[in-house]
Every structure is written in structure tokens, then in C-alpha cells.
């Protein structure tokens, strides 16, 4: 046959009208999660200044030395199609002023990256994604829940065999000292190593964590762990993760020597795999904490965490699957907790009731009852769900009629059902 004469750009594909039901239906979804979870659609532009990405991701990473689509304009500027999305939500979160608004602020994304990747299965020049941020809030509550949705959403997507790896890569206290310890690692076995990770191992060791080569991941397996070298406020932070992960009963693997390709993590990894059409591991999506990037681009001192997933491999994955529309939730309850306990059993019960497609809002990262009682009126809830240390301990929790202040107590068994009954018998 002769060839055409165009063909797509290497590493891009056409997405064809057959194939728009599943960006739409992997879209909406997202839509009704993110709208359940009060996070809010932010659309950045596909350029953008190539400083924000080799400040934000790292001079050293991949991304920034081999991988952006650059472009200098007529009028100078240098420009490149954003390789990622977490530091141009981070630019426009700084721009409009909203670290100055009531924190925590969740935004989301779906559209369009671009990376000068080798193409293979699974991975384009221009990719998908849909990514989740949340800004000014640290609490360890703040990473579990994350991973929860994201979880939830590939369960909605009926994407099985799933697998949450996740890891914690301390902080600008505790790294530097296990970057010692890495690196003279690193050099007793620097004959073995790649070409690129042995230049990685003067200028970012942790790099070489990530590399893809068989030998490198050879040297990785023996490598010293993070984890040994996490200071107090770390070790607690990645103890309180897991421990909210192990209530929720979410199945994750202690994964010591993630550290994921961007510069701008620090605490938290995770990412999620599950297995693609030959039966090899397949990264479907990633994050981490982020705690430092807003300062270092330019705003205040505020903690953050994200994720993405790559929507091809979602669609790749899920082609053929059996979709029910989605129908939304009506009514609004509200979660209230008080302690530590409290909290931990709030968490599982959000995921109850999205299940049963009732719809709910909490302020996890509140402690005063006070004031989620105020959030809880200002949604407008017809009942607020309280969990105390006592209610907690009695697997207990007290429904408050909000319009009448009528409480009654029944066994958070028997929650979400006895909701469901009130708000079917109005
Ligand atoms: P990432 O791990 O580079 O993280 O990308 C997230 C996901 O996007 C990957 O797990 C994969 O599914 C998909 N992806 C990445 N590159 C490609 C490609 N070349 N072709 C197809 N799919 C791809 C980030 O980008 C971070 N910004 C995630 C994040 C958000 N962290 C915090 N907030």
C-alpha cells in the first residue's frame, strides 16, 4: 500500500469517535466524584513558562532535561507544552489569590500533556490525564483520603487487580542525611550503574530509585530505605497514613523505594498499578505530598497533595467494560468527628454512603465540633452524623436532625441505612 503522505506525529494518537464514549464516561465519572469531594475544575492553559517546570519538577529530572516540547516566541519568551499539571495548578492557585482564601482548596483536571518520551505501549508524546490537588492541609487524613478516591474511582471504573504501592520519602530535615547514606551506596556499585544514573548519583541519587534499567533495578533492590532514615515528625506523619489506610481496609504495599520522577515531593508517595493487556505491571496513576511547591514558586508556605492518572491506560484497561450510568446524589448529610478515633471511623463511613449514593461533606481536618457544626449548617446538611472518642469506642454515632436538634444513637453498622430511611420517609 502507498504510504499517506501525513500520518500523526510520532507518539500521538487521534482519539477517533468510537473511542469518545470512554473519555467521556472516564471524564464524567471524575466529574461526579470530584464534585462529591468539593473539588473544583481549574483549567491551565496547554503552555506555559518553561521555568515553572524546571523550578516546580526539578532541573534534574527526566521531564526537565529531555523531555519538554520547547518553544521560544517572537517576543522571547520561552514556552513549553506542559509536561505535567501539578505546577501550573500550583501557578494558577498563587495567581488568583487563593492561598488567601479558607484553606483546604481542592481543585481538579482533565486534559491534555505532552512529553518527549520513547513511545511504547501504554505511553505517548501526548497523553491524558486527570489529576486531584488539594492545597493547606497537612493533616496525614488529608494523604488517605486521597488514596481512598483515587482508589474509589478505579472501583467505579471496575478496574480490577489493583495495587496501591506507596512509600514515604521523608523531608528537607531527614533527606539530606539519607542522601549520604544513598550515595555512598551508590558509589561502591557505580561500575555497575547505567550511564545516566551515573551522573545521577552526583547530581539527584534518588534518581537513580526510579530508573527503569534492569541493572540499575538490581543496585535499587539492595539500596538503603528512606523509610530507616525518616525523622520524628515523618515516621509519625507516614504512621498516622497507613494506620487511616488500614481502617479504611484499602489493600497497599509498603513500597520502599518509590520516590516517584519529580523533584517536588517530599512524605507521601503512592501510585497504582494494575496489570496491562500482556500481562505486564501498568502504572495507571501517582502522587505524593507536596509541601514545598507553593513557596517555592513564588507563594506562601502552604501543604499540598496530589495525584493523576493517565487517562489511555484507564481507557486502555477498561475498553469492553460494562457502564451503568451515573445517577447524582441528592441530598447532603454532614460527618462530624471529634478525636482521633472519631476521625478514623468517619473516614470509612464517607465511603458508605457514597456507595449508597447518598451524598455527604466532612471537614476532617478540623478539629473543633464547633466549627463543623457551622460547616454543616453552611452546607445546608438535613443531618449531621457525630463520631466522638465514646461513640467510637461503642462503634456508635449520633444522627443530629438539624432542623428540629433532634439526636439519636445507633451503631454505625446500621448508619448509612437508617440515613437512607429518613431521608426516603420525608
Ligand atoms: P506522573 O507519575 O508523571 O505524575 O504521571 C501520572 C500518570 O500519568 C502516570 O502514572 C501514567 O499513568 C500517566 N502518564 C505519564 N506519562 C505518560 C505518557 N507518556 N503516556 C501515557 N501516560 C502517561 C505526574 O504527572 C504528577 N503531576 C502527578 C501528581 C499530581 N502529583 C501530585 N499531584
Not at 198 to 222: A, G
Amino acid at each position: 500500500m502507498k504510504k499517506i503522505k501525513f500520518q500523526r506525529a510520532t507518539g500521538t494518537h487521534d482519539i477517533l469517535p468510537f473511542d469518545q464514549k470512554y473519555f467521556k464516561k472516564v471524564s464524567d465519572i471524575l466529574d461526579d466524584v470530584a464534585e462529591f469531594y468539593g473539588f473544583g475544575k481549574l483549567d491551565t492553559p496547554i503552555i506555559e513558562e518553561a521555568e515553572l517546570f524546571v523550578k516546580g519538577v526539578g532541573a534534574d529530572t527526566d521531564i526537565a532535561q529531555k523531555e519538554m516540547y520547547a518553544l521560544k516566541t517572537k517576543g522571547g519568551d520561552h514556552l513549553v507544552l506542559r509536561p505535567e499539571g501539578t505546577a501550573p495548578i500550583v501557578r494558577a492557585y498563587i495567581e488568583h489569590g487563593m492561598m488567601n482564601r479558607p484553606q483546604p482548596i481542592r481543585l481538579y483536571y482533565f486534559g491534555p500533556f505532552f512529553r518527549y518520551e520513547r513511545p511504547q505501549a501504554g505511553r505517548y508524546r501526548q497523553f491524558w490525564q486527570y489529576g486531584l490537588e488539594v492545597f493547606g492541609e497537612d493533616n496525614p487524613i488529608a494523604d488517605a483520603q486521597l488514596i481512598q478516591i483515587f482508589y474509589g474511582i478505579l472501583a467505579d471504573l471496575k478496574i480490577e487487580n489493583v495495587s496501591i504501592e506507596i512509600n514515604s520519602i521523608g523531608d528537607k530535615e531527614c533527606r539530606p542525611a539519607y542522601r549520604k547514606v544513598l550515595v555512598k551506596y551508590l558509589k561502591s556499585k557505580a561500575s555497575s550503574l547505567c550511564v545516566d544514573c551515573k551522573k545521577r548519583v552526583k547530581e539527584n541519587p534518588l534518581r537513580v530509585l526510579d530508573c527503569k534499567q534492569e541493572k540499575c533495578q538490581k543496585i535499587k533492590e539492595e539500596a538503603p530505605q528512606m523509610i530507616d532514615h525518616l525523622c520524628l515528625q515523618c515516621h509519625q506523619h507516614f504512621k498516622k497514613v497507613l494506620e487511616y489506610l488500614d481502617e479504611i481496609e484499602l489493600p497497599y504495599h509498603l513500597s520502599p523505594h518509590l520516590v516517584r520522577g519529580l523533584d517536588y515531593y517530599n512524605r507521601t508517595v503512592f501510585e497504582f498499578f494494575t496489570t496491562g493487556p500482556e500481562g505486564k505491571s501498568l502504572a495507571l496513576g501517582g502522587g505524593g505530598r507536596y509541601d514545598g511547591l507553593v513557596k517555592l514558586i513564588g507563594g506562601k508556605d502552604v501543604p499540598a497533595i496530589g495525584g493523576a492518572f493517565g487517562v489511555e491506560r484507564i481507557i486502555q484497561i477498561i475498553k469492553g467494560g460494562d457502564f451503568k450510568e451515573q445517577k447524582k446524589p441528592k441530598e447532603r448529610i454532614f460527618l462530624a468527628q471529634l478525636g482521633d478515633m472519631g476521625r478514623k471511623k468517619t473516614l470509612g463511613m464517607v465511603e458508605e454512603f457514597r456507595k449508597a449514593k447518598i451524598s455527604v461533606s466532612e471537614s476532617f481536618g478540623k478539629d473543633s465540633l464547633k466549627i463543623q457544626m457551622a460547616r454543616a449548617a453552611k452546607v445546608g446538611a438535613k443531618y449531621t452524623l457525630i463520631v466522638g472518642q465514646k461513640e467510637a469506642l461503642d462503634e456508635s454515632v449520633i444522627i443530629r436532625d438539624m432542623d428540629t436538634g433532634k439526636q439519636d444513637t445507633v451503631k454505625i453498622v446500621d448508619a448509612t441505612a437508617e440515613v437512607k430511611k429518613r431521608l426516603k420517609d420525608q
